[in-house]
């Protein structure tokens, strides 16, 4: 039988490369197109090390042959992305890695994106891609915007307990120096990066709003840049309400044991970046000091939180098993 066949749009970014990666490995699609404006015209062996020899197509023709594939997943700016849907998503089914189609209210645009969205009727249709939480979504889907990264890492450790806590989420999370993309600018640069952590977009990163749409309640968020190359870890707290105990929280997070892409921990103590990266898992632990609970969440950022994530969607919306390609660790950078 004939295998379903793809395109990556935007193949030369970091999680464009992963998703490179990831699809000429796995046994159930075939890679057929591969978009880049920088790369055009050379081999995805010689430029990303991936044994392929499909060349990068420029842009507008990689956007022609993209309408006729089974699949068509995009690794580029949300503007771009809002361009380009609603020319594919009759045509092929696509999942978009950028935040052009995660929120529902076209109105928030403006302010978490910095452009005006003018495809409301797509975003009722899209379908919102965290397979924990939303996999009954999924089968079948033709839209399915794939969350950020942070948001990710945090709604997976909030959503079991939305009716466990009160009052605010407080969330201080950092993350690797590939979640800024791979155009260089000064301030990413290793000389101011290296030896430094620093808090950036306090209060206002863009995944608030899709974090608060998933999960709900009061979110405080504030994201940190450390001098590592990719992983992300959450740190998030909240009191219990009243009457909650351990026991209740632990049964919780009893509802992950059956998904294959969620490893739970001992601790909040014993979640660590070092063993995600490369991997498509999210590792969750939690710790409790009378009503105080802390839950800490580390993905790999352009893994579970970006290229992986999408494969493990693509896989659900052409019914093939979830972690069909996925099982594979490795990574560049």
Same mark, same amino acid.
């Given at each position: 039988?004939?295998?379903?066949? /793809? ?15 990831? $699809? #000429?490995?796995?046994?159930?699609? !075939? ?22 020899? $499909? ?32 020319? &594919?998503? =009759?045509?092929?089914? #696509?999942? =978009? ?45 033709? &839209? ?13 450790? &909030? ?33 101011? #990066? ?37 992983? /992300? ?5 909240? !009191? ?13 997070? =009893? ?17 660590? /970046?070092? =063993? ?11 710790? &409790? ?28 919306? $052409?019914? $093939? ?13």
């Amino acid at each position: 039988m004939q295998r379903p066949t /793809i395109a990556v749009l935007g193949a030369s970014g970091y999680a464009g490369v992963e998703l490179t990666r990831l $699809l #000429v490995l796995h046994p159930g699609v !075939e890679l057929q197109v591969v978009g880049s404006d920088r790369w055009m015209d050379e081999t995805v062996a010689a430029k990303a090390g991936i044994p392929s020899e $499909l060349r990068y197509l420029a842009p507008d023709r990689a956007l022609e042959h993209a309408a006729t594939c089974s699949a068509v997943l995009l690794a580029t700016p949300a503007e771009i992305s809002h361009a380009w849907v609603p020319q &594919l998503v =009759d045509r092929a089914i #696509v999942i =978009d890695l950028s935040g052009a189609f995660r929120l529902r209210d076209a109105t928030a645009y403006p302010k978490h994106y910095g452009f005006e969205h003018h495809a409301p009727e797509l975003l009722a249709r899209a379908r919102y891609g965290l397979p924990e939480l939303r996999r009954g979504e999924l089968a079948g889907a033709r &839209l399915i915007a794939n969350p950020g990264c942070y948001a990710t890492a945090i709604q997976l450790a &909030l959503a079991p307990l939305a009716k466990l806590v009160t009052g605010r989420w407080v969330v201080d999370a950092v993350s690797g120096v590939t979640g800024a993309g791979r155009k260089a600018t000064e301030e990413m640069s290793f000389a101011e #990066v290296a030896g430094d952590v620093r808090a950036y977009r306090a209060l206002r990163h863009q995944h608030l709003p899709e974090i608060v749409q998933g999960v709900g309640g009061d979110l405080a968020f504030v994201a940190h840049l450390v001098p590592i190359a990719r992983g /992300i870890l959450a740190t998030c707290h909240a !009191e219990l309400a009243p009457g909650v105990d351990g026991a209740r929280v632990a049964s919780a997070f =009893d509802a992950y044991l059956r998904e294959p892409f969620i490893e739970l921990e001992a601790s909040a103590d014993d979640v660590a /970046i070092k =063993d995600v990266v490369g991997t498509n898992r999210c590792a969750l632990g939690w710790s &409790l000091a009378g009503r105080h609970l802390v839950v800490t969440s580390a993905i790999d950022n352009l893994v579970k939180g970006a290229a992986g994530q999408a494969v493990q969607n693509l896989n659900l919306a $052409l019914g $093939l098993p979830e972690t069909m390609g996925l099982t594979l660790r490795g990574f560049h950078p």
